[in-house]
């Protein structure tokens, strides 16, 4: 509609999300479709966390919070920075936000102007280029291939900067590959990014504690980076609590002002039940939650082995988060059933009309490759889709 602004026309909508809402329809219509699109655990809030909740409901918990988070709920996110990361922040460099989303859409809007460009390490998560543009920032992926685990190099990344460059922004764990940074390899990149101080690190863990390898690195955790560097995390996949929407950020002190100065004329704040159930999460210690991580694990073993069975699936082997984000471009120009697949979107459509099964193609995440498939869902599910994705290719 021309009565849209331009903003919003030039926008891509989210692809996970769409796929999401395509499935839906087709449930809607008697179609027994499995969904392996979304980034959502299919665990429950822990009982400790919902029983905070429920509290501070009883407690009259209403009003509107301090913008950037209740001062309590920070020094909580102090205490998990230190106790998980090694990293120590002052109160003034806490912004608590509702979910890592926005996290990320205020950083944008306060670091860039028009023309600024973003560092995309590529496959990256969806969101990263949209938020990035719709904030006047020019998105600039820099390739990886399944041969170095969808990893950036030192070189590559030297090769993408310009003197236009002002953001990076990557996730390890990674979604949607699941890799994995190393303190060495992170050691790497910042030898680089120290002869280019104009640039900002966005650094996103929230995948921090689904990783099947151990050793999370932070970038901040290098002194020469720290002043730079926004950490950004949440309490969406840890602890299953998506719809509770809550993100948060340690940040340089004048970062964090003016996301505190963004958010303060944009949402007022987070919500103030689910601030409240985070300080129960996050003063839980990580051994917490392993159950879940130990399910995903098995999961992750699961998946990757009947994926295996598939013919002209090339999979690296993720070492977090809970996706398999396999090379299916054997199956490009072939025509199956009567479908030619062209490219990886064809293929996610292939798969959900033929198979009944809910991916996200690549191409979203700046990989037209791959299709990416969330293995947060129960084996029964993973088993079902992976036998039916099988006999759809047969
Ligand atoms: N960052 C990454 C890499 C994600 O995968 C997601 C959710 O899918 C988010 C951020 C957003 O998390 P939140 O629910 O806290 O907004």
Redesign the pocket.
Known sequence: NPQLSKRVNEMATSA?LAMAAKARELRGQGKDIIGLSL??PDFTVPEFVKEAAVQAINDDYHSYTPVDGYADLKTAIIEKFKRDNGLSYNPTQIVVS???????ANLAQVLLNEGDEVLLPAPY?V?YSDISKVAGGVPVPIDTSIETDFKITPESLRAAISPRTKMMIY?SP??PSGSVYSKEELRALADVLVDHPQIIVVS?E??EHINFVGGHASMAQFEDMYDRTVT?N????AFSM?GW???YIGAPDWIARACNKMQGQVTSGANCIAQRATIAALESPPSAIQYMIDAFQSRRELILGLLADIPGFKCNEPEG?FYVFPDVSHYFGKTINGTTIFDSSDFAMYLLEEAGVATVTGAAFGDPNCIRISYAASEEDIKEAMSRIKNALS
Do not use: H, M
């Open positions: 996970t980034g959502e509702t979910g890592a989303k926005q996290s990320l998560w969101s996730s990674c979604n996103d929230i995948y950004v949440g309490v969406s996949k998506t929407r809550i993100g988060a």
